[in-house]
């Protein structure tokens, strides 16, 4: 993953659980660095261990914290650091996630050893879809979800979210059906 992943890591550890439990996670998950290169492509076993050490140390289950950051994520650093590129998604949560595939090409195009799950849309309607969920990368189905309250967030609509097939429970991949309220209009 690259290190703008693990820098929004760190920065929401120490936001929500300040500075010595970012130091005492980074100790427990033998990470060293005080700091990633955004634009760095980094192992994936960083992240990982870090979300462990996290669920360890603040005594919450790993799921928990990657939906947190998967909100944390769309929040804080999408919205403030790619604003440009989260803009061009769409004008609305439905557009949006229809519209993920094209959003991860833009982003591949300025970090070019980028590996992004692939988003498929199936059954949609005016205010609910399923989406399918592949990434070679297991266990984040529970940061997809933060992402998506995120996005409902962003959108400034009510998400329910229901993960209906689970790759960690033998499905092919992860389907997650969507739905929100309408955005209300002034």
């Known amino acids: 993953m690259y290190g703008m992943v693990n820098s929004a890591f760190m920065d929401l550890l120490v936001a929500t659980s ?10 427990k998950a033998g990470v060293e660095d005080d700091m990633f290169i955004l634009t760095e492509s980094y192992p994936d076993e960083i992240t ?13 289950p790993a799921g928990e914290i990657l939906n947190q950051f998967g ?16 803009k061009s998604g769409g004008h609305n949560l439905g557009d949006f996630l229809i ?17 992004p799950p692939t988003f498929e849309c199936t059954d949609v309607q005016p205010t609910e879809l399923r989406m399918h969920y592949r990434s070679h990368r297991r266990g984040l189905s529970a940061f997809v979800i933060g992402l998506l309250e995120g996005l409902g967030e962003m959108f400034a609509v009510a998400v329910t979210i229901t993960h209906e097939e689970r790759l960690d429970d033998g499905a092919d991949h992860d389907v997650f059906h969507i739905a929100w309220s309408e ?3 002034s």
Do not use: C, I
């Open 99 to 115: 519209n993920l595939p094209n959003f991860h090409t833009r982003v591949a195009m300025m970090f070019p050893k980028l590996q």
């Open 71 to 86: 909100r944390w994520w769309v929040v804080e650093t999408a919205r403030k650091s790619y604003g440009h590129l989260m």
């Open 18 to 27: 300040g500075e010595e439990a970012l130091q005492r996670v980074k100790s």
């Open 48 to 60: 990982y261990k870090l979300v462990g050490a996290a669920s360890e140390v603040l005594d919450r």
């Open 183 to 185: 955005a209300k209009t």
